[in-house]
């Protein structure tokens, strides 16, 4: 979820150096990508520049903005998606959420916080995003999420379970998602399932 909080005096590292690894792989994968909208583009070109700040741009430490990863579950037939209703802002949202020291990687991050917030093991991802988009948020007392969205799929027969930062999930059709839905969510959709039709994640024919 966008803006998930994981409590603890050591949760969240202010030394730049322990996000040294995550910030050179999102430099690189967003200077390689190619944008998915016209929105994705300007988002993207924001996103590398607040990754001029350093690695500190991918801890929720830095004010002006930082990194996030998200992920558009979808089942292993490619006709639901799953979403959570955010227990902070009460809309139907992509799960995701922050950084952590232990991410070596986007895709690790997006993968983990999949994996963490829907209680499905053996998801997998599509390494390259889907989406990028910037919106601001109440981190440190207000702040801005670069976002960086991928698509993962889900394996037959996977149950959902809901975890602490959810008041529920839900499979929904792709043309028919529930209100209220979060701003930005929709719009993963169609790239989500043009990166699973072009990938060897895709079970179904």
């Known amino acids: 979820m966008p803006d998930t909080a994981i409590p603890g005096p050591t949760a ?4 730049a150096a ?3 690894a995550l910030h050179a792989d999102a ?3 967003l200077g390689d990508w190619q944008p998915t909208s016209p929105d994705a583009a300007r988002a993207r070109d924001r996103t590398l520049r607040l990754l001029d700040a350093g690695p500190i741009a991918m801890s929720r430490q830095h004010r002006p903005g930082h990194i996030t990863a998200s992920a558009l579950i979808l089942d292993a037939t490619g006709s639901r998606v799953l979403l959570c209703l955010h227990g902070k ?3 139907w949202v992509q799960l995701g959420g922050h950084c952590e020291p232990v991410d070596q990687t986007l895709v690790a991050a997006a993968l983990r916080e999949a994996t963490e917030e829907s209680g499905i093991a053996d998801l997998r ?3 390259v995003p889907i989406d990028v988009d910037v919106h601001p948020v109440q981190c440190q007392g207000g702040s801005l999420h670069h976002d960086v969205r991928f698509a993962v ?5 996977a149950v959902e379970q809901v975890s602490d930062e959810a008041e529920e999930l839900g499979w929904f059709p792709p ?3 529930p209100q209220p839905l979060a701003g930005g969510t929709v719009q993963l959709v169609a790239p989500a399932l043009a990166a699973l039709r072009r990938s060897p994640l895709r079970l179904a024919p």
Do not use: S
């Open 125 to 127: 991802i599509d390494p």
């Open 89 to 91: 802002f009460g809309r």
């Open 153 to 157: 799929l889900a394996p037959p027969g």
């Open 27 to 29: 430099t690189a994968l």
């Open 175 to 177: 043309d028919n998602l």
């Open 12 to 15: 969240h590292p202010t030394d």
């Open 18 to 20: 322990t996000y040294t």
